[in-house]
């Protein structure tokens, strides 16, 4: 197996196909790869990378230079993308070795975090990654929130207010 990188056209007839034949319906819509074409481009500073077996491109990868606030601190992110494997050559390791690859490069690059959409969590696992918990949202009435007691620690006997000072009950 040899790994190279491709550059935004060269992808169009190396790595599109196997990602188009995974990801999108089959036989393709008609004008998907002028669709393609068109949005080469945007695809000029990822990282793509294929693996090639016997000349003919068996899996693909690519890496989206993106930018992630973690914590308030604005992060170089590696968007992880297209992780896909022709049907004849899955179960070999070519997407284990594209992806480690594609991560020490990114990470080589200054990218100190990745983040994909995984179309099975448990594959991506093994390579650290983690599910987010859901975002839950809850709406409500205020009115229909019960009243709350409230207690003044000032107004009991020997407690400190606000200032400092100690009050006792009269």
Request: charged share 25%; proline share 8%; glycine share 8%.
């Amino acid at each position: 197996m040899r790994i190279r990188r491709v550059d935004a056209e060269e992808r169009l007839t190396t790595a599109f196909p196997v990602a188009a034949y995974a990801f999108e319906s089959s036989p393709p819509a008609a004008d998907r790869l002028d669709r393609a074409r068109r949005y080469a481009p945007y695809n000029e500073d990822s990282i793509n990378l294929i693996a090639e077996v016997d000349g003919r491109t068996v899996a693909a990868v690519a890496g989206i230079p993106m930018r992630q606030n973690v914590r308030g601190v604005v992060h170089r992110m590696a968007g992880i993308a297209s992780v896909s494997t022709d049907p004849l050559a899955r179960r070999q390791g070519h997407a284990r070795t594209l992806l480690t690859r594609l991560l020490g490069d990114m990470r080589d690059d200054g990218h100190v975090v990745s983040a994909l959409y995984p179309f099975r969590p448990s594959f991506y696992e093994r390579f650290g990654y983690a599910g987010m918990p859901r975002a839950r949202r809850a709406s409500f009435a205020p009115a229909d929130l019960g009243r709350l007691p409230v207690t003044c620690p000032a107004r009991s006997s020997g407690a400190r207010s606000p200032t400092g000072t100690t009050t006792s009950a009269t």
